[in-house]
Each structure stands twice: as C-alpha cells, then as structure tokens.
C-alpha cells in the first residue's frame, strides 16, 4: 500500500540513527552472529538497589493510578533540592515539569516555542533526534559547524554570526553526546554575553550527561542570572542512574514556559509513570553513591578505548571530557573498497561495513550532522571494548 495518505511530517522524519543501527545489530545477532553493539546510549549497569526497592514499595503503596501531569509534587520538590544542592540554582516546583524522559522534555520545549519558519541554532555534532524535532515544529535548523581540532566546541564569534532575525532557539548539549564535548564556566560565560545582546532568544541547555564528566564540576549556563529566565535545563535519570528504561526526565525553566510544558503534556501523554516517578525521588533523595562508582568505571574504559582508538592507523580521535562516547574522524577509510568491491562513500556506509564485517556496531557521523566522523559508545564491559577495537582494527586494515 502507498504511504501517499501518510502526513507530510511523518513522511519528512528520519528514522532514528542510533535506534536503526541498534536494530540491525540486534537483527545479525538473532541469526547467530557475535555483534558487539557500541552504538546505543545506553549505561550497562543495573538501576540501583535502592531506586529498584523504591519502586517496589511504591507498587505496594498503590501508586497505580494517573499522576498529576507535570509530576508529583515531592518529586519536583527533590529536583529543586537536587538544582539547588549540586548546581547552585534557584527554582521553586512551579517551575519544574516532569515528562517521559529527557527526549520528550527536549519535544516539549521545541513544540511549545518554535513557530513555523523559526531558526533554531545547533552546533554540531548534534544529538541525532534534535534537528528531527525541529522539523516536526515546523522550524528550520542552522548549524554552527566545529570538528575535532577545536575539540567541538563553538565559539562566541561563531555563534553571533549564525543568529538572524529569525532566531529563536540555541540548543546544545554539555557534556555533549555525541562527542563528549565539556564546557567550562568561562566558555559558558563567554557564550551568555553573546545571548545578553539578543534577548529573544532562548536556550534548551540539554545537561543529561552531567554526572557522567571527568574534568571538573559540572557548570549550567543557567548559572548565569542575566539569561538564566531564557534557559530551559533538560535532564533526567537514564544516564546517571542506569534508568533508561524507566522514561524519567524533566524541565527546568521560567513559569510561563514550564505551564506551556504542563498544557501540551496534559494533551498528550499526561503524567509519567507513577512508579518511575517514586523510584526517582529516592534516587535524588539518596545522593550519588551508585552515580560515582559508576564514574569510576567509566573514566577507566575512556582510556582504554583512547589507547586503543590511537592503536588503529587511519582513525584520529581526540580525549572527551564527558558522556561515554568516542566521535573519531574516520574520512581516511574513505573511497576504499571491501573485499567485495563495495566503496565506502561515507560514514553511513562505514558503519555498516564495521557491522556486516567486524560485527560491530557503531553509527555514522552523518547523523550527527558531520560525515566525517562516527560514533562509538564506551557503555559497555573492558572486556568487549578490547574485543570491539581489535576486530574494527583488523576490519579497517583490509579495506585496500
């Protein structure tokens, strides 16, 4: 059957990259090939104890029916206290909204202030579903372009020059999936002093990476109180608590855009589960115990997988300072052909060599918004990460 009936904006949307390269991973697994997926964000760890014992006891307290639709009240109250305590910022409940993880939250914000025609800027490499949920608002994407010598970061030159009459949003992530790009105060500052002069701009500060970071304190640029009423802080669970599964994020911004917020999710999917919900105040309740052992463990794969990424001929990669991802420049395996003849054209074609062939799977950087490069995620146990590196290594070797 045609999918002519099909809307225009569903027709327009491109399938998740990530998600597809982890379906078809999963799909050569299912005939019996050893596929070691470094391509989904997702932390390798179980949810705590004590989150998991939270939600137990929540199902045993009945907290079975619908939940008030910007989150219950307590679980707001702990992510002001979570803001306060570990960011230093002020917001009263009213002006948290929570959602169905941090993605619906980032869906939220864009629909609830981008109009038709309306540019929001992102620098790329950019999360892969960011300028897709632009798309879906009707807006149009400009992007700020960096790379790999700059350590993906844009600066504030950059970023006066890309805004036009039509900006209405800047979006970005620190850290940074997918290139685990930090900012730091002053770079924050420097970025703030620009947004001073454009008043009608807003900024969805995209923060869910924060614990995971292994340079310093994590800095927000809502710290910064003269733009701080134009900054809509993301974030959420899955990351630093192992809880992807769980679909906890939220918002934190001015009282008129967390009651849009409110509006639009009362419309679509009302509150979010109620049992994640109270799994999620004891996390927050609880410090960050599990968050900092998992840390460890990730500090220790990020050198391995460096080590070994610079072992490999061909690929140049820089350190990342957060999140739990490598984003190497791999054009020099470009133009080259497998054993079967097949050109590599690009980073999509890349991947799916490294897939079919090393049976590892990554995601190209085109999705990202730079060809140039892919993704690979650390998210996963020493011992497959040394297995991954080496069969990419012995696969990028043959291509002549």
Known sequence: MSTTYLSNRINSLSESATLKMTKLGRELAAQGVNVISLSVGEPDFNTPDNVKEAAKKALDENYTRYSPVPGYPDLRQAIVNKLKTENNLDYDISQIVVSTGAKQSLSNV??????????????????????????????????????????????????????TPKSKVFMFSSPC???????????????????????????????????????????????????????????????????????????????????????????TTSGTCSISQRAGIVAYNDGLESVNEMKEAFTRRRQLVYDLLTEIPGIKTNLPEGAFYFFPEVSAFFGKKDRNGNVINGSADLALYLLNFGHIATVGGDSFGNDNYIRLSYAASDENLIEALRRMKEALAILK
């Open 177 to 267: 999936n997918p290139t685990g790009t930090v900012y730091s105060k002053d770079e924050l500052e420097a970025l703030a002093k620009v947004f001073e002069k454009y008043p009608n701009i807003f900024i969805i500060s995209d923060e869910i990476y924060e614990h995971i970071n292994f340079v310093d304190k994590h800095e927000s640029i809502a710290q910064f109180e003269t733009i701080k009423d134009r900054v809509i802080i993301v974030n959420g669970f899955s990351k630093a608590y192992a809880m992807t599964g769980w679909r906890l994020g939220y918002i934190a911004a001015n009282k008129e855009i967390a009651a849009a917020n409110d509006k639009l999710q009362g419309q």
């Open 110 to 163: 864009i629909l609830t202030l981008v109009n038709p025609g309306d540019e929001v800027i992102i620098p790329t490499p950019y999360w892969v579903s960011y300028s897709e949920m632009v798309n879906l608002a009707e807006g149009k994407s400009v992007f700020i372009n960096t790379d790999i010598e700059s350590n993906f970061k844009i600066t504030p030159e950059q970023l006066e020059a890309a805004i």
